[in-house]
């Protein structure tokens, strides 16, 4: 969904947290926050056991008001795709030069689970927020990485969600170009609207312009529709769900983070483990996170191989659990190092990632795959109201995004983190000798992170990464850079090489 702020480009919602903390110090009178609302601090700091409560409640409250204004809208515009260029998602190639291609990539675009900010939520314990508007787009971008891992581990090999037709049976066009600038350009508009009859967007009812070959519904697919609609109600916005913004932040306590505040990359990556963990309602599916940019081979294999602890397990159960590897990384020193856009190109193309998540500095987003020198991501950056889902069949359409959107790699915050998925222990090995190989397509002389044998305590760390609350990373900056970054904020939780 496009998600152009009405103020610009750049996310504000960064100020979130630095906001918060001056809340909580002794404040003039009047001052204007990032809204540009003033709020009157008519309060004495002599009322400090109490009184301060209030005002974090007010602001609370203004800048809610402010961001469900503010996210709750879009500029509608079209993202030119080149038709010559090979488009890659999430391990698969597209070449946009033919109408059955163009409906392939469509279809595995729109079938992506699409999670965003939301509003009028039940209040979240320990705060009075009630969405997650302008703070909580990291936890967003986490669950749409676990959401992807989560159909990968249940759903049919390729499966496409069977409604997306009612979002791509909408006027399209390929047309040649008509200056050099748009050569080669395939002008690919919203595929319809996910937001149903509340859209701010008018809908138009123009007869298509060339007629779009639908694939043919599979019978798995439909079969796996049960599936689908309970794999996205973990991730509703009650407290019960599994992986819901309030599970969510409950787990991000134990680090230090509560609602509100700025979660970084790494963080999240820990959190999600943790929710896997904690809930029952995946079965057979753990969540391993590198450590200082390390995957140690024979912790996964402790925390997956359910052979060597055989009594705690059921008889029936697998031998081995599926899983998903977690790997915050640093890609640079303040910005991008060019050094590295080819092995990120290079994992995209891997079947077994899911996706990364990271951004733009304070802005996150997630990316599932790119064309040439962009990016292909999904924007978690459009607030919507809450879904009830204890109704039976509750509608899907906001949980998938019709309107692909592209970034130019060199805007990509070096902060992030990198997801893959091994359903055994054979595609763990396999993912173990994919990813070593496109890590060494970087120029650079360090790769991003590496596999080792052995565990983490042989290199004088802890021996399962499930045991550490919040790791820090390393990273390799570019030759010359180092100096540019030791003013950096501690928030960053990185460790520099």
Same mark, same amino acid.
């Given at each position: ?12 919602? /960064? ?34 056991? /109490? ?46 030069? &033919? ?13 992506? *689970? ?62 040649? @170009? ?6 080669? /350009? *395939? ?15 008018? #809908? ?11 694939? @043919? ?26 992986? /819901? ?43 391993? *996170? ?8 024979? =912790? ?21 659990? #599926? ?23 290079? $994992? $995209? ?47 899907? =359409? ?9 970034? @130019? ?23 173990? &000798? ?6 060494? #397509?970087?120029?650079?002389?360090? @790769? ?14 802890? &021996?399962?990464?499930? #045991? ?30």
């Amino acid at each position: 969904m496009n998600s152009v702020s009405p103020s610009a480009a750049q996310y504000k919602g /960064g100020m979130m947290q630095e906001e918060a903390v001056e809340s909580r110090r002794p404040l003039p009178m009047e001052r204007q926050d990032s809204s540009g609302l003033r709020t009157l601090q008519t309060l004495s700091a002599s009322g400090e056991s /109490g009184e301060p409560d209030e005002i974090d409640k007010l602001k609370a409250k203004l800048m809610s008001a402010w961001n469900n204004v503010k996210y709750g809208w879009t500029v509608k515009t079209k993202t030119s795709f080149n038709k010559l260029s090979p488009v890659t998602v999430l391990g698969q190639s597209y070449l946009l030069n &033919s109408e059955d291609e163009v409906e392939r990539f469509r279809l595995a675009f729109v079938s992506r *689970v699409w999670l965003t900010y939301r509003r009028e939520f039940p209040q979240l314990e320990g705060s009075t927020w009630t969405t997650d508007c302008g703070w909580g787009c990291m936890l967003r971008s986490g669950q749409m990485l676990l959401a992807q891992g989560l159909l990968v581990h249940l759903m049919p090999r390729d499966w496409a969600w069977p409604d997306a037709q009612q979002l791509t049976d909408v006027d399209f066009e390929v047309f040649r @170009p008509r200056s050099p600038a748009r050569a080669g /350009g *395939v002008p690919i508009p919203s595929f319809g609207s996910p937001r149903g009859s509340n859209s701010p967007e008018k #809908s138009t009812n123009q007869a298509p312009k060339c007629s779009q070959r639908k694939r @043919p519904e599979s019978v798995k697919d439909r079969r796996a529709e049960p599936i689908h609609q309970r794999l996205v109600t973990w991730f509703g916005d009650q407290p019960p769900a599994a992986f /819901g913004i309030h599970q969510l932040v409950e787990i991000g306590k134990s680090s230090g983070k509560k609602a509100g505040d700025w979660y970084g990359p790494s963080i999240v990556a820990h959190i999600l483990r943790k929710a896997v963990a904690k809930t029952p309602v995946v079965q057979n599916l753990a969540v391993y *996170v590198a450590q200082d940019c390390t995957v140690y081979k024979e =912790d996964v294999v402790r925390l997956c191989d359910q052979s060597l602890n055989r009594t705690l397990v059921d008889e029936f159960s697998p031998l081995w659990k #599926s899983v998903i590897i977690l790997v915050p990384v640093r890609l640079g020193g303040e910005t991008l190092n060019p050094s590295y856009i080819d092995c990120v190109k290079s $994992l $995209l193309k891997l079947d077994c990632c899911i996706g990364i998540i990271g951004g733009k500095p304070k802005h996150s987003l997630y990316f599932i795959g790119f064309q040439d020198e962009q990016l292909l991501y999904l924007d978690p950056h459009y607030c919507q109201p809450v879904v009830d889902m204890t109704q039976t069949d509750f509608p899907l =359409d906001s949980f998938h995004c019709s309107a692909p959107k592209k970034m @130019p790699f060199n805007r990509m915050d070096p902060s992030c983190t990198i997801g893959f998925y091994a359903k055994n222990k054979k595609d763990f090995e396999s993912l173990c &000798s994919a990813v070593s190989t496109a890590l060494s #397509s970087s120029n650079e002389k360090y @790769p991003i992170f590496t596999f080792v044998e052995g565990q983490g305590h042989d290199y004088g760390l802890e &021996s399962h990464s499930s #045991s550490h609350t919040h790791n820090p990373v390393a990273h390799i900056l570019p030759r010359g850079k180092l100096g540019q970054c030791n003013n950096r904020r501690s928030s960053d939780e990185f460790v520099f090489l």
